[in-house]
């Protein structure tokens, strides 16, 4: 099953958006489902440098780095999480994916008022996941 597809649609108790929840550093994090182009486990992704799916070049963030955490050692549940969005294209090496799942726009939380800067313009907000 592909992630592109309708990501916003009706349901019983309201719009929803489908997100794929990914957890690295023991900060879970949210990423639509538009932006996600593919999903590579980490024998697939290499060590270093940039990745290269379908003549596309990706290059990768650890994610745990970029929020500023010592990265992870590789497991078995280490992901590559391909994104691209208006031409542009990055890889996100992530510790695990917890999954996708739908969250209805009205429980989209606005950010803290200490997150004031560029960051409101790369989340939409927070909701719960699960518990």
């Known amino acids: 099953m592909s992630l ?29 489902a538009t932006a996600v182009e593919g999903i590579l486990p980490p024998e697939e992704a290499g060590a270093a440098g940039p990745v290269t799916v379908r003549g596309v070049a990706y290059p990768i963030t650890d994610l745990a780095c970029r929020l500023g955490y010592a990265p992870a050692a590789a497991a ?47 989340f939409k907000g927070h909701f719960l996941y699960q518990e």
């Open 4 to 32: 592109r597809g309708q990501t916003k649609f009706i349901a019983r108790a309201g719009v929803t958006e489908r997100v794929l929840v990914v957890t690295s550093a023991q900060v879970n994090l949210a990423i639509s």
């Open 76 to 122: 078995h549940n280490t992901r590559v999480i391909l994104c691209g969005s208006r031409g542009c294209h990055r890889g996100i090496r992530v510790d695990q994916v917890l999954g996708l799942t739908e969250v209805e726009i009205r429980h989209l939380r606005p950010l803290p008022p200490h997150f004031a800067a560029e960051e409101r313009t790369w």
